[in-house]
């Protein structure tokens, strides 16, 4: 195993190099650096500190103000002597109005972005693929450095993919001027989950190899190369499930002995952590340039060529949030950025101000995971309106139809700000991008009853498990991510949270007599397991996203292409035959334990809706450190 290799030179210069350092302060400008590393990742085209689903700014998001934190860092490191390299780490395509059917004669947002900034290479993360090989390589085809995936290959002649698998980059060091310049290899993976997540799209395409082998194996080549010092680019996390194909392999990659340093992604956290230890220089810049991953690497020339003798690791923020949740800009937005990225800002937000629709009632999501979520019911109202007459024809028009919806903005770790709110009264398209983020496309499976009932028990796993009498638990594992949260529109059911969850997260079977739906009913009956059902659902779930097994093995019916955002547009925009799924009630509740609360987290927007929740007697809602709202629910 990497781990237990006999400790060799390198080994013991870095170890060294981790004694050394961390008795560094990072904002000492006199500590010797040779080579400053900026990162950022998970970027979601929040380029502009500016939030396009309600139009206004927020100074907690945008690759505006991390400019400046790059300028900053780059004038450091100057005035130490310090060459720098500018790193980006994927998923930066997807994610805002702004990125979205960009004019393809001109050069793409985010391209333009980091030409401005001065960019040295970009790895790519899965949502990169989110519109396609095609549209990948219409955004890359003007990228200012190199962009890396040393994962991902053609699956046939045919497919020309727009990156390349590593790349060797140079620099002086200007410490050492009668040194060679330091030759730094770069690599970047993704999960190779992306393939089922974009399987309408990538399937029969490409090959996406394990992220540890790919990177073993690139890390390999670029030391052959003559490569001193390598990088990896890795666009996953930190995972409890570390084996061969894991989703979040940050940690294995970290024992890969060739790689000297890594840039996490993916998940949206922070790294360095005080809980989270390295014997090598990881960051994670969390997401939305929330902020810069700042690596100083302390090198020196010997006999043996150039060797990494010190490291040090921090974040920068851009903003900074006070104790009631208020955010406060710790720099400006970077002027030279902004003006290039104008043109672009005002036709996207000239484009989402167009109006679709009306409704009678708010739509949010801030308490989606323990009360009625009329924004998810519209959701799933719009995709099985746009599925019925696609199955008019069909033998399935006679089954039961049935919704399958998820939150898309929840908080959690994309922070108390990120969650659907969209007023009554008119809508416009940037209110439709709201009620649905991704670019999912609608599928419909059939499935039994028995199906649908494990379907619901997954998605349960969302919630831990609560003692009955205790008053402390948090409802939400944070551990499950929000998104995988399905709730499915025709049903009526309970959850059960004093059960232990039926599946982990990985879709195995963790508890074959635990259930925790309860009381499950369809048109007033309780659920036949035998019966089969027809279920309007993305693509993403269809594709495995989620690990949900029993919907990617279940049978598919043919569909054209369709985005789900497309058929929330039509059914806002529309006066199709009534939806019999709209007119029925919430379609899930948490089961009654008497003498038993849980905490709920929300975000401080929620505050002006907290009447929805009168019937809970709730007491006030306290803010807490990280800028949520903390409600105690009785169940």
Known sequence: MEGRRPVGRREQIRRQAHRTVTERDLSNPNHPVSLRVLATTDLHMNLLGHDYYCDRTNPGIGLS???????????????????????????????????????????????????????????????????????????????PCPVICSNMTAADDATQLPFVGSAILEREILDAPKAPPIKIGLLSVLPVQTLRWDAHLLEGRVQIADMVQAARQTATTLRAAGCDLVIALAHTGLGHVTGPGC???????????????????????????PDTVFTKPVVMPGAFGSHLGVIDLQMQHGPDGWQLAGWDCALRAIAHRDSEGRLTPLVDED???????????????????????????ALHSYFTFFAPDQALALVANAQAAALRPLLSDRAEADLPLLSAVSPNKYGARSGPDYYTDVAAGPLCRRHVAD?????????????????????????????????PGTSDTALVNPDRAGHHFDVLHGLHYQID?????????SGQLADIQSHRIRNATWNGQPLDKTQQFVVAVNSYRVGGGGNFNMVQQARQISLPRRPIQLAIYDYLNSTPPAEPLAIAASPWQL??????????????????????????????????????????LPL
């Open 247 to 273: 989703e979040n392999a940050l940690r294995p990659l970290a024992l890969v002995g060739e790689i000297d340093a890594l840039v996490g992604g993916h998940t949206h956290l922070l790294l360095p952590d």
């Open 591 to 632: 089961a009654s334990l008497p003498g038993t609360e849980v905490l709920a987290f929300t975000g401080p927007a929620a505050r002006p809706h907290l009447g929805e929740l009168d019937h809970l007697s709730l007491p006030p809602a306290e803010p807490t450190a990280d800028g949520f709202l903390r409600l105690r």
């Open 435 to 467: 009620l649905h983020v991704f670019p999912n496309e609608l599928r419909a499976v059939v499935l039994s009853g028995a199906q649908v009932l494990d379907w619901l028990e997954m998605s349960a796993g969302l919630f831990n498990q609560v003692s």
């Open 335 to 361: 002027p030279v950025l902004t003006t290039a990225l104008a043109k672009d800002h005002i036709a996207t937000r000239a484009r989402m101000d167009q109006p679709v629709g009306h409704s009678s009632q």
């Open 497 to 505: 949270v004093s059960a232990p969850p039926r599946f982990h997260a």
């Open 65 to 143: 103000r991390t400019a400046s934190l790059i300028s900053q860092a780059r004038s450091e490191a100057a005035s130490m002597g310090a060459a720098t390299l500018l790193l980006d780490n994927g998923d930066g395509l997807q994610g805002t109005p702004l990125g979205e059917q960009p004019d393809a004669a001109s050069q793409h947002p985010l391209m333009r972005a980091f030409q401005v900034l001065g960019y040295d290479a970009i790895g790519l993360g899965n949502h990169d693929f989110n519109y396609g090989i095609e549209a990948l390589s219409r955004a890359l085809q003007t990228a």
